[in-house]
């Protein structure tokens, strides 16, 4: 008795998998109680660069090799990209093998398709390290909280993100600045769109969406905003009232149950669990009806950390399998996906920090008030800096507005209508508040 | 198609259990994809008060209509206490029965039988709730971690002691005000020994070292110490150096793979994740060879959280059930555990705050810092602070010493010299420190 892993893809994180798979081989078989085997390594070119080398004679081109190959019980998955690896899991579902994939973009896209060849093949997909890096949260949402109605979810789930805002606060520098040095850090890559601009979280945030409410939102349906726009100002400002911002995920559901999925930065106040997460760091925090709060932190991404993750799944499968069983867990947690659709982001309610740029002249203030009133926007506090040079008419000075909770529809109107002012000199900076969760 | 359980105990946990499978039945039973139902519930005395009242007809005096009911799958013991639930437990296995259980002390003492018999009846024993309430921890171990060799593992793990501890800490209170202030806010018991002496942490903390190196070591052969003699003076004091005080949970191996597993007070650096958790909060920080540090954090006691740990168990055993399997984890993660015992409190090394009480005149320094040299320990910082009435000959004044890492041993030998010394004129408080971790 033993358990066959084949491996496709021996990038970053398939480099740190076989390197577990070899060199921690003994302990994890230990552990299990019988051998767990690497057979093979399935990659795209001989040539390629790999962080990890491993033993020769484990790489073949050949995917054939271990797709379908009766020998090999457990197919890791760890390539990336939509295609060829959701041809390759489909197919390795449909012979039987299990399946274990950190490909977040392709499970947010067809999980559906995916989870449900699983199933229809009695084998199991898992997927631990699509979420959070070594944070074992798929598994606390399908099993440690499984007995939770959720009421919010809210995670940093973006490494580069978080290390760039944090740059940010901490030495007041400007977002080129800060990414700059993240990318020389090696937190951030060459082309850092996919992440900076939130869609590298926003996957993972319909994953987390899916093993809370059993819906898969299409990323169409989500607000997605990234952090390319915030300045050292808003930071600054938001410190002085006694908030972080932080790029937050967000899935809830609302007073009337509809489901509220989101992405975008968001002030929290200093004392909320995620505003102490700092740097690279990753953290998911999930408020359950009965537990009540529960916060799991650590490295989001990493060769090592991930595959810490992808390991944790071939030991799932190598018990499972030995056990004979299969699809002991939904892959979600639940039998089956509802259609559900989160509500569209007008319809959605929170309190809102708005820096306007205005003339420094009387009656400004008067003016912007009354367009909010007039669409039923409460304001909480209002903080009018100086102008630079004080006594010099129309000189651009700062406004800091910040609301009781509104309704988004209402607030892009007044936005509108407030940026026809010839009082307001620039576009005015908006970022939500979070003080209610 | 059905899972029934079958529930021993109705008090604090237990009303909490009947009370999630009664109103939020309807709800997993459609996670789940087939009706979970609660067949009956033990309980000593009809007369006792219940802080939930069951439906009627649950209720039963008899515990054989649960155990050994081959109606019931599930039988979940939340009664507390060695026995009779030590006997419940093993007569429930024996008859096939899956077990759930809340019972810290119990598996500290008889885990290895119990355990045992759930092998020998190929059943399983699942106690998410003994440990950190409603944090996953359990889970996390087993399963989410189990791909990594434990470095070494902290926790937080009595949410009485941390409460005490953050007010002594933020409101400058004594040990006795603070704990009061806890009995009266219902953190604390009438009879607080067993929280505050760290009896109820270091079985947990024996639980969390099964999982992270498969030995289950016993009580006696632990170092455990408790909060009940801190003062403000040291909280203040640690504050001044950077530090948090928190009552530790320690497990981990040494440089000679020696496991080591302690109990006490300790000074954390400020920016260590756990020196944020306050108030009655729980939080292990477990720190693996791949993944790096995962903290989890939340509510570590009370009726709902706890519960839901209790259903979480009930929800996996349901399905494992259903999908006709059994011990597919063995209890531990691991498939023995083995017979290794801790290392001697004597021979474990760490860093060392002492605060003496000494006569203000010339020399005593110098007699103090030779003891030390005498025993190899070095001094990473010394702060002596003027005595109140300056000028005083002999006035006690304290002397803050902070050592480099030493041997406890040594330690021991030097503090006995350095209290035969007739210029120290009270006993020395001793925190050991923890800023390698």
């Known amino acids: 008795m033993q358990t066959t892993v084949g491996l496709l893809g021996c990038g970053n994180v398939g480099s740190g998998v076989a390197r577990m798979l070899v060199e921690d081989g003994d302990f994890i078989s230990r552990k299990l109680g019988w051998p767990l085997r690497l057979a093979k390594i399935g990659i795209g070119d001989f040539s390629d660069p790999r962080p990890w080398e491993p033993p020769s004679g484990l790489l073949t081109t050949n995917a054939g090799e271990i797709i379908g190959n009766p020998d090999i019980r457990v197919v890791v998955e760890v390539m990336g990209g939509l295609e060829p690896a959701r041809t390759f899991i489909l197919k390795a579902l449909n012979s039987g ?3 274990v994939t950190a490909n977040k973009a392709l499970l947010a896209r067809h999980g559906r398709e995916i989870f449900e060849a699983a199933a229809a093949n009695k084998v199991e997909v898992l997927f631990e390290a699509a979420v959070a890096g070594g944070i074992p949260i798929i598994r606390t949402m399908k099993e440690g909280l499984s007995a939770n109605r959720i009421r919010h979810l809210l995670g940093i789930l973006n490494g580069t993100t978080n290390y760039i805002l944090t740059r940010m606060s901490r030495e007041a520098l400007g977002f080129q600045e800060a990414l700059a040095e993240a990318q020389k850090a090696g937190y951030a890559e060459a082309d850092p769109t996919f992440d900076i601009e939130g869609y590298d979280a926003a996957h993972k945030l319909i ?9 898969l939102p299409a990323l169409e349906d989500i607000h997605v905003e990234g952090i390319s726009r915030l300045t050292p100002e808003d930071i600054s400002f938001a410190a002085e009232l006694g908030y972080v911002i932080k790029l937050l995920a967000l899935a809830s559901r609302d007073e009337q149950d509809r489901l509220e999925v989101r992405l975008h930065p968001a002030m929290l106040p200093r004392d909320n669990l995620l505003s102490n997460i700092n740097g690279a760091l990753n953290a998911v925090l999930v408020s359950g009806h009965a537990v009540g709060d529960i916060l799991q932190t650590g490295a989001g991404a990493g060769m090592m950390p991930t595959a810490s993750s992808v390991l944790a799944d071939i030991i799932e499968l190598a018990r499972a399998d030995h056990s004979g069983v299969s699809q002991r867990v939904p892959p979600l947690g639940w039998p089956s996906l509802s259609a559900e659709k989160p509500k569209p982001m007008a319809e959605v309610r929170t309190a809102y920090y708005l820096r306007l740029t205005v003339a420094d002249r009387p009656g400004v203030l008067a003016a912007i008030a009354g367009i909010f009133a007039g669409h039923s926007i409460s304001l909480a506090q209002v903080i009018q800096k100086q102008a630079a040079q ?11 507005i910040l609301t009781h909770t509104a309704l988004e529809r209402d607030m892009t109107q007044a936005l509108a209508e407030i940026g026809q002012l010839d009082s307001v000199l620039a576009p005015t900076r908006v970022i939500r508040v979070e003080d209610k969760l």
């Open 97 to 99: 093998q299990h399946v």
């Open 207 to 215: 994953l987390l969406t899916a093993l809370a409410y059993g819906s």
């Open 390 to 400: 004080s006594g010099a008419e129309s000189a651009a000075t700062p406004l800091v």
